[in-house]
């Protein structure tokens, strides 16, 4: 299914053969996904938005800084030769291994979407 957009955040769309309902929740959240749900895409929508407003304004009054939805690192395990393979293309485009993995990821992130 598609994904709910909205300042900054996005939120999954399911749907519960079950209850005939849709649920999401926020991707990339590791500490407060927030959760909502609706019996159309546009009442999903409307819980979505005033979930994200609710945790924005207690993050607010509560003097915390909002979990950002994704940060600006990405931990990644890959296998030693194919690290290895990284940090010689690095080398010999001579730029840090950083770089290079994240100009990689851009091009084919853009390639696929």
């Known amino acids: 299914m598609g994904h709910l957009h909205y300042k900054g955040y996005i939120g999954s769309v399911e749907y519960s053969e079950e209850d ?8 990339g959240m590791k500490r407060n996904a927030i959760t909502y749900e609706g ?3 546009s009442e999903l929508e409307a ?7 609710c945790y ?5 009054t509560s003097g915390i800084e909002p ?4 940060g600006d690192s990405l931990s990644v395990v890959i296998p030693a030769d194919i690290h ?3 940090v ?4 010999r485009k001579g730029v840090s ?7 990689s990821l851009a091009k084919r992130v853009t390639a696929e979407l």
């Open 20 to 27: 005939n309902s849709l649920y999401g929740e926020t991707l």
């Open 67 to 70: 979990e950002k939805a994704f």
């Open 39 to 41: 019996t159309s895409i």
């Open 97 to 103: 291994v950083d770089v290079f993995v994240r100009e």
């Open 88 to 91: 010689l293309l690095a080398e």
């Open 84 to 86: 290895r393979k990284v």
């Open 56 to 60: 924005l304004e207690y993050c607010e």
């Open 47 to 53: 819980d979505f938005q005033e979930g994200v407003d």
